[in-house]
T-cell receptor, first 113, second 114 residues
Framework: DQQVKQNSPSLSVQEGRISILNCDYTNSMFDYFLWYKKYPAEGPTFLISISSIKDKNEDGRFTVFLNKSAKHLSLHIVPSQPGDSAVYFCAASARTNAGKSTFGDGTTLTVKP | NAGVTQTPKFQVLKTGQSMTLQCAQDMNHEYMSWYRQDPGMGLRLIHYSVGAGITDQGEVPNGYNVSRSTTEDFPLRLLSAAPSQTSVYFC?????????????FGEGSWLTVV
């Protein structure tokens, strides 16, 4: 039973447009959510996070939205740039167990010039 | 600032051989963990540690062993390599609970078992 799901394996958008990546979770114990970005042959790097006490967090071009009732979060990238092309992983954890994050399968974003 | 350092970056093993993937972090993080990533799949947790002397199993612990004798080091041992263990392995570390759950990853170790 996969507790964190990213249902879209890939997404392609034009440069300058909005990219929306989605993530669903099933475990009600999760109260902290993160997005990681991964380039080929590199380790994932932290992008943005949100705790369950908030429904939105912004950092520059990146915004994460959390809908707790639907157990759904999304990452918005505006405007999208070719350098944003990467695999994006959604992850969830409980604050009481920081080292045990559960990851989705990732969405490959391609931003076309 | 080195962050999380893993070695080796690439390794080819024969079925039945054993080996150790090394991992070290210099951020004084309490939490360390090992993940594997298979093609088209996310990161799956193998083992993790909440501090020196304490380890626990993740989602896919079979065939792997870990120990945590110091805060800095968290080696992953493959006891008897199998082709199913061909994967990319990521070591990671993070702050303790209550300080944010951001995980810092190493660059990965590509392991092929033939």
């Amino acid at each position: 039973d996969q507790q964190v799901k990213q249902n879209s394996p890939s997404l392609s958008v034009q440069e300058g447009r909005i990219s929306i990546l989605n993530c669903d979770y099933t475990n009600s114990m999760f109260d902290y959510f993160l997005w990681y970005k991964k380039y080929p042959a590199e380790g994932p790097t932290f992008l943005i996070s949100i705790s369950s006490i908030k429904d939105k967090n912004e950092d520059g071009r990146f915004t994460v939205f959390l809908n707790k009732s639907a157990k759904h979060l999304s990452l918005h990238i505006v405007p999208s740039q070719p350098g944003d092309s990467a695999v994006y992983f959604c992850a969830a954890s409980a604050r009481t167990n920081a080292g045990k994050s559960t990851f989705g399968d990732g969405t490959t974003l391609t931003v076309k010039p | 600032n080195a962050g999380v350092t893993q070695t080796p970056k690439f390794q080819v093993l024969k079925t039945g051989q054993s080996m150790t993937l090394q991992c070290a972090q210099d951020m004084n993080h309490e939490y360390m963990s090992w993940y594997r990533q298979d093609p088209g799949m996310g990161l799956r947790l193998i083992h993790y540690s909440v501090g020196a002397g304490i380890t626990d199993q993740g989602e896919v612990p079979n065939g792997y062993n870990v120990s945590r004798s110091t805060t800095e080091d968290f080696p992953l041992r493959l006891l008897s390599a199998a082709p199913s263990q061909t994967s990319v392995y990521f070591c990671a570390s993070s702050y303790s609970k209550g300080q944010g759950n951001t995980i810092y990853f190493g660059e990965g170790s590509w392991l092929t078992v033939v």
